[in-house]
């Protein structure tokens, strides 16, 4: 069984930083694209980040340029890093694993299997 845990989310003022992080157990991470996604108050699912197994990127214009993801599949886990925030960055993040081993880098959330619970991020003054 696939377990997603996320963490590092918080209260952050407009312009601050944060890093999330998504720890993995169970079988089959370093060869799975892992993604972050998130959800705000009202508002649908969205993409925002992708990286695959050879550590190749993919990013939604709205975070583009201010977020960073990265693995290190030593330690099974996957981060977000997270800078220049806006309010409109509000949202609890999730963290999911590809469906398939060595999947191309997609924003499509039915291409993902398993899920985090997430973790609230509040970008406030």
């Known amino acids: 069984q696939v377990q997603l845990v996320e963490s590092g989310g918080g209260l952050v003022q407009p312009g601050g930083s944060l890093r999330l992080s998504c720890a993995a157990s169970?079988?089959?991470?370093?060869?799975?694209?892992m993604g972050w996604f998130r959800q705000g108050p009202g508002k649908e699912r969205e993409f925002v980040a992708a990286v695959n197994w050879r550590s190749d990127t993919l990013y939604s214009d709205s975070v583009k340029g201010r977020f960073t993801i990265s693995r290190d599949n030593a330690k099974r886990t996957v981060y977000l890093q997270m800078n220049s925030l806006k309010p409109e960055d509000t949202a609890v993040y999730h963290c999911?694993?590809?469906?398939?081993?060595?999947?191309?880098?997609?924003?499509?959330?039915?291409?993902?299997?398993?899920w985090g619970q997430g973790t609230q991020v509040t970008v406030s003054s």
């Open positions: 169970g079988r089959t991470f370093s060869s799975r694209t």
């Open positions: 999911a694993r590809s469906r398939v081993d060595y999947a191309t880098l997609r924003p499509d959330p039915r291409d993902y299997d398993y």
